[in-house]
């Protein structure tokens, strides 16, 4: 028996709504795309849904008491919130660059976590 599903593409500003048709867990078909990468995501969102983590860690030393940090590549949808408490756990200490790993490999999901901003030292 198949089903369908309405989702929007989320790959470009254009949004475009797409349905999906599902057998037995696999997309078989997508309609609605204006280009290939829309089915590409489609097929992913339903299968293994992924996400952009963002946060924040404690920093010391650092102009600001904490750090915004960003994961490098998305993470499995349901591992997001356990990626978030990780981060929790994490004090970095400034200088930070921009772009510096931060956690590598979080939770073994083989993603790294990385500053999305510098952090300099507070002058005294
Ligand atoms: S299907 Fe293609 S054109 Fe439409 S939103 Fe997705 S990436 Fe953009």
Known sequence: MSET???NCIV?????????????????????NTCPRGAKY?????????????????ITGGLLPLLPV????????DKVLACAEHLRTITVEAPI???ATICENILGLGVDIVA???????AE
């Open 42 to 58: 489609a097929q992913e969102e339903i299968t293994a849904p992924k996400r952009m983590l963002t946060s924040t860690v404690r």
């Open 12 to 32: 470009c500003p254009m949004g475009c709504e797409m349905t999906a048709t599902i057998e037995g867990g696999t997309v078989t078909n997508v309609t609605g």
């Open 70 to 77: 960003v994961s490098k590549n998305p993470l499995p949808k």
């Open 116 to 122: 999305s901003r510098a952090m300099d030292v507070h």
């Open 97 to 99: 660059a921009e772009g």
């Open 5 to 7: 599903k309405i989702l």
